[in-house]
């Protein structure tokens, strides 16, 4: 007896479509997911560098009697310029490029100019864009980003006297690491864990904005005066911002722009002169990682009232805050 063929089994169009269907879903729940587990991971490699950095800055006070603090003379001066970023150097696994500054030069001095362009992986948080990005000196026209490796992270020195001026805070004052003293905790009157020693400021000398958007990849025209791990000019103020990052100053505290704008034509810029224009700005989702005066690292959310937030950068303003508020 002859037995009929067997009819062999397939998809149909329309069942491979569903099947494709069902999988481009599937990766689109997946994704946010992988994404954010990754976020977390780069955002506490974030919290280990500013910890690595806390560490570093108490054994500094331990054998010097008080904290690094940057030497930067006022003006356009051939003076040594010197960051605390790079006195930090000497107490981190960084002793070799500590030691090859020579400290009679300025940072962007020829002496130092290879010592400078070290890129130190624990200045950098991962999730901040162009790792490898390089920083220049703001007075040479037309600016050219070549001279030193950069930092995400950078001293608070202050606050900025227009934010009273314009009632949006209580009082202006000097963070833990103001420039040209001898800081020491004792100064800190407001006590180490309700005070910021280092904020995240990301991005540098790239101007972004809200949402980490670049807003221009021409450092000529838009940029910030700040970045290089070895310039005082990096440390960072609280200037505030509209809610779109410009003007400065304004309510904004942090992640709505990293900085003043000193492109094209801005150098010195008219209020800055040439100060730093560093902005507190990360580009982790909420907020930005933070390092207090005890060592310990604390997320504030961008939510956070520049009032309060310019209270945690104070040393002595003698506030009174609660968790909650931050």
């Known amino acids: 007896m002859r037995r009929l063929p067997s009819r062999k089994t397939a998809f149909t169009l329309i069942e491979l479509l569903v099947v494709i269907a069902i999988i481009g879903i599937l990766i ?8 954010s587990a990754r976020e977390a991971a780069r955002r506490a490699q974030c919290v280990n560098n500013l910890k690595q950095l806390g560490i570093a800055a108490h054994n500094f006070h331990d054998v010097n009697g008080q904290l690094p603090s940057s030497i930067r ?6 003076r040594p310029r010197i960051a605390a970023m790079t006195l930090l150097l000497q107490f981190m696994e960084q002793r070799p490029v500590y030691e090859s500054m020579n400290f009679d030069y ?14 130190i992986d624990t200045f950098l948080c991962p999730t901040s864009p162009e790792p490898d990005r390089l920083d220049g000196i703001p007075e040479i026209s037309p600016f050219v980003a070549n001279v ?25 004052g000097k963070g833990i690491m103001v420039k040209n003293e001898k800081p020491r905790f004792a100064d800190v009157k407001d006590g180490l864990s309700n005070t910021i020693m280092l904020a995240e400021s990301a991005g540098r000398p790239f101007l972004y904005r809200k949402g980490g958007n670049l807003v221009s990849a021409d450092l000529v025209a838009r940029r910030v005066n700040a970045g ?3 310039r005082p000019a990096s440390d960072f103020s609280v200037d505030g911002s509209s809610a779109g990052g410009t003007p400065l100053p304004g309510p904004c505290p942090m992640n709505c722009t990293n900085g003043e704008d000193v492109g094209g034509d801005q150098f010195p810029h008219p209020y800055y002169g040439t100060e730093g224009t560093s902005e507190a700005f990360a580009f982790h989702p909420g ?14 959310k961008e939510t956070v009232s520049i009032r309060v937030f310019a209270a945690l950068v104070t040393r002595h303003g003698g506030e009174v805050l609660s968790a909650d508020q931050y």
């Open 28 to 35: 689109g729940l997946l994704l946010p997911a992988v994404q």
């Open 73 to 78: 003379p006022p003006g356009l001066t051939p």
């Open 106 to 119: 300025s940072w962007g001095a020829r002496e130092n100019s290879t010592t400078v362009l070290t890129k």
């Open 148 to 172: 030193t490796a950069v930092t995400d992270y950078s001293p608070t020195i202050g606050v900025d006297p227009r934010l009273v001026t314009a009632g949006l805070v209580d009082i202006d």
């Open 228 to 230: 290089g791990w070895s």
């Open 287 to 300: 907020g930005a990682n933070f390092l207090l005066g005890d060592g310990s690292v604390r997320f504030i």
